[in-house]
């Protein structure tokens, strides 16, 4: 799922890593070799 907009919450569904988006750039956030997860 690509990045859309600033305050956006991402989690890792093998590790848990969580990440937040402060600077929209575009793409896709990956961990693990997995896309990332839009939290609601």
Not at 8 to 32: D, P, Q
């Amino acid at each position: 799922m690509a990045v859309e907009k600033e305050g956006e919450k991402y989690k890792c569904g093998i590790c848990g890593n969580e990440v937040t988006v402060t600077v929209v750039g575009g793409g896709t956030l990956v961990c693990c070799g997995k896309p990332m997860t839009l939290q609601g």
